[in-house]
C-alpha cells in the first residue's frame, strides 16, 4: 500500500502536465498560424488591392487585437473594393464595423452600422444583440428591449438577449 501511494501521485503529476503540455502546444500552434495569416494579409494588402473578404478577415484579426482604428480603416476599403458583395457578407462587415465603433465609445456611429447590417440581413441576431447593447448604453432602455425581444424571435435560445431583457424591464419598472 505504502508503495502504491507515490506511484499513484507521480503517474496523476505525469497526466497533468502532459495534458497541459499539450494544450499549451496547441495553443502555440493556433496563435502561430492566425499570426502567420494576418502576416500574409497584411502584406498582401499592403502592395496591392485586395478582395472585400480578405479586408474583412484582416479587420476581424485586428478586432481581435483591439486595434480598432486598423480595423475600421480596412473594412472601410473592403466596402470600397467595388465588388458585388452578398447581403449576409456585408451584413458581417457592417456589423464589425459596428463593433469597432462601439469599442471606440462612438455609439451613435455603431448604432448606425447595426442597423446597416439589419437591413441587409434581418435575421442577423449577433448585430440585434449589439444593436441592443449599443441603445442601452445610450440609456435608449425601451429601444433596447424592444431589440432584445426581437432577438429573441429569432433565436428564442438567445441567453444574453434573455438576460438582458429580463433585467432590463426590471429595472425599467424600477424607476417608473
Known sequence: MNEILPIIYLSGIVIFLGGLAIFLLLQIIKTRRTENRFYKLQKKLQNEKGKAEEYYELASLFLDKKL??????????????GENIEAENKALMYNALGFAYFSQEQVDLAIRNYKDAIKLYP?????LNNLANAYEKKQMIAKAIETYEETLKIDENNKVAKRRAELLKKRLVSSK
Open 123 to 127: 435575421e442577423y441576431a449577433i448585430a
Open 68 to 81: 480598432y482604428v486598423q480595423a475600421v480603416n480596412l473594412l472601410q476599403k473592403g466596402f470600397k473594393t
